[in-house]
């Protein structure tokens, strides 16, 4: 089975070691001749994936005419800031039914799309996909178990990206709610932020459970608005891919919170992560999103006022803890 994975970060590069190492025919492929020439030097990521080593087998190619010579399943693994123009670079090469999946977390904030609904706006002969959940790639990478899930709209589309991508240490479950997954993958980006937030102001495990589970309130109040699952949001592309993304060492999103925190501007912890930090990008989309659905979610409010108005993140901690008075849970009835 022949598979191009599109975008030679470390998610892509991880994705295709584990596809390589599952009998697939691979080619990778990046738009920055830099990064593909260290891949056929060194076969690894020096800085961000030391200890896994691309296989021989896996080719390497910045040509994209090269990338889609007929690939079965094409994967959309560039950061969500690129995915449209990637996705309208190769519109004309796609044949009637590829699969793409996207393997990218972010809300495109211009159009306030999900990134399969611009692969479908941009490809619409091909089926559009998802795969998300709790699953980084220096772990992945080095075969650490993990599960993760598939969304799509037909049930045989999702089997077949399962059976793809499944190995005996990378579990992969199926989903028919895209919305739902695309929105837990991008949204849990933005607390995650605020998780780090905390962290660097020096708060403790209290503050940050907190956070996570008024996060995923948010996150669902939302995501079921737009016509996602609520199982979706306690699942593995919600709670789960927000657990580890809030309290891991691997996450950009967290060490960028983690940097503003103690003080930094959001430009200044986006560059000394090094890395994309989609959280950033997708603040401005969720509370966009949650002033057209009519949703109150106020962590994403304080994120966007730090981020983008130059506001202490003290403060904003402060008017969090400070909001009105009222129930947790306002759909479940008292007793008259």
Not at 49 to 66: C, K, R, W
Not at 108 to 130: F, N
């Given at each position: 089975m022949k598979v191009s994975v599109l975008g030679a970060g470390t998610w892509g590069t991880a994705l295709a070691i584990l596809l390589a190492a599952n009998g697939k025919e691979v080619t990778l492929?990046?738009?920055?001749?830099?990064?593909?020439?260290?891949?056929?030097?060194?076969?690894?990521?020096?800085?961000?994936?030391?200890?896994?080593?691309?296989?021989?087998?896996?080719?390497?190619?910045?040509?994209?005419?090269?990338?889609?010579?007929?690939?079965?399943?094409?994967?959309?693994?560039?950061?969500?800031v690129f995915v449209r123009e990637t996705a309208h670079s190769i519109a004309s090469s796609v044949p009637e039914g590829t699969i793409i999946v996207n393997v990218a977390k972010g809300i495109e904030e211009a159009s306030l799309k999900t990134l399969t609904e611009v692969i479908e706006e941009e490809i619409p002969q091909a089926e559009a996909t998802v795969l998300s959940g709790p699953s980084h790639a220096e772990e992945v990478s080095r075969k650490?178990?993990?599960?993760?899930?598939?969304?799509?709209?037909?049930?045989?589309?999702?089997?077949?990206?399962?059976?793809?991508?499944?190995?005996?240490?990378?579990?992969?479950?199926?989903?028919?709610?895209?919305?739902?997954?695309?929105?837990?993958?991008?949204?849990?980006?933005?607390?995650?932020?605020?998780?780090?937030?905390?962290?660097?102001?020096?708060?403790?495990?209290?503050?940050?459970?907190?956070?996570?589970?008024?996060?995923?309130?948010e996150i669902s109040r939302l995501g079921t608005k737009m016509g996602g699952k609520y199982e979706t949001f306690s699942g593995l592309s919600g709670m789960g891919d927000l657990m580890v993304t809030c309290t891991s060492r691997h996450s950009r999103n967290r060490n960028a919170g983690f940097l503003i925190g103690q003080g930094k501007t959001a430009e200044e912890a986006m560059a000394e992560v090094g890395q994309v930090v989609e959280g950033v990008y997708?603040?401005?989309?969720?509370?966009?999103?949650?002033?057209?659905?009519?949703?109150?979610?106020?962590?994403?409010?304080?994120?966007?006022?730090?981020?983008?108005?130059?506001?202490?993140p003290r403060d904003a901690a402060y008017e969090l803890f400070a909001r009105d008075k009222t129930d947790e849970h306002r759909t479940v009835s008292w007793e008259e």
């Amino acid at each position: 089975m022949k598979v191009s994975v599109l975008g030679a970060g470390t998610w892509g590069t991880a994705l295709a070691i584990l596809l390589a190492a599952n009998g697939k025919e691979v080619t990778l492929w990046s738009k920055l001749p830099k990064e593909i020439d260290g891949l056929k030097q060194d076969r690894k990521h020096i800085k961000n994936l030391p200890e896994a080593e691309l296989p021989e087998s896996v080719a390497l190619t910045t040509d994209l005419a090269e990338a889609l010579a007929a690939p079965e399943l094409i994967v959309m693994a560039t950061a969500s800031v690129f995915v449209r123009e990637t996705a309208h670079s190769i519109a004309s090469s796609v044949p009637e039914g590829t699969i793409i999946v996207n393997v990218a977390k972010g809300i495109e904030e211009a159009s306030l799309k999900t990134l399969t609904e611009v692969i479908e706006e941009e490809i619409p002969q091909a089926e559009a996909t998802v795969l998300s959940g709790p699953s980084h790639a220096e772990e992945v990478s080095r075969k650490i178990p993990t599960t993760i899930v598939a969304g799509a709209k037909k049930r045989n589309v999702a089997k077949k990206i399962q059976d793809t991508f499944m190995t005996e240490f990378f579990r992969v479950y199926t989903s028919p709610d895209v919305i739902g997954i695309e929105l837990g993958g991008s949204l849990k980006n933005v607390i995650a932020l605020a998780a780090g937030i905390t962290d660097g102001l020096g708060y403790g495990d209290n503050t940050k459970a907190a956070l996570m589970t008024r996060g995923i309130a948010e996150i669902s109040r939302l995501g079921t608005k737009m016509g996602g699952k609520y199982e979706t949001f306690s699942g593995l592309s919600g709670m789960g891919d927000l657990m580890v993304t809030c309290t891991s060492r691997h996450s950009r999103n967290r060490n960028a919170g983690f940097l503003i925190g103690q003080g930094k501007t959001a430009e200044e912890a986006m560059a000394e992560v090094g890395q994309v930090v989609e959280g950033v990008y997708s603040a401005k989309a969720a509370l966009l999103l949650s002033q057209k659905y009519g949703i109150e979610m106020p962590i994403v409010e304080q994120i966007n006022q730090v981020l983008f108005e130059n506001k202490s993140p003290r403060d904003a901690a402060y008017e969090l803890f400070a909001r009105d008075k009222t129930d947790e849970h306002r759909t479940v009835s008292w007793e008259e």
